[in-house]
Nanobody
């Protein structure tokens, strides 16, 4: 059973920064991609950012230039540095891990609230 432990969410003022972390353990196969999705109230879940084992990344247009995804392969950990946060970034953020077996696992979610 793959375990994903997320941390780093919270309340921040507009223009502020947060860093999310997600550590994966008990992975039966090597990890292929790691990423973050988010879901705001009454909206569909959307991809925020994703990174492959080789370091290739892709981002949602709405976060380009503000968010940075990175990973530590030795620790099976993915990070999301979020800068210049806006109220519209408020959502539950979910970590995802896709193994080489093509199975995807989801974290439990961490709340990010951007408000003054």
């Amino acid at each position: 059973q793959v375990q994903l432990v997320e941390s780093g969410g919270g309340l921040v003022q507009p223009g502020g920064s947060l860093r999310l972390s997600c550590a994966a353990s008990r992975t039966p196969f090597s990890i292929y991609t790691m990423g973050w999705y988010r879901q705001a109230p009454e909206k569909q879940r959307e991809l925020v950012a994703r990174i492959t084992g080789g370091g290739s990344t892709n981002y949602a247009d709405s976060v380009k230039g503000r968010f940075t995804i990175s990973r530590d392969n030795a620790k099976n950990t993915v990070y999301l540095q979020m800068n210049s946060l806006k109220p519209e970034d408020t959502a539950v953020y979910y970590c995802t891990v896709t193994l080489l077996s093509a199975t995807t696992y989801w974290g439990q979610g961490t709340q990010v609230t951007v408000s003054s």
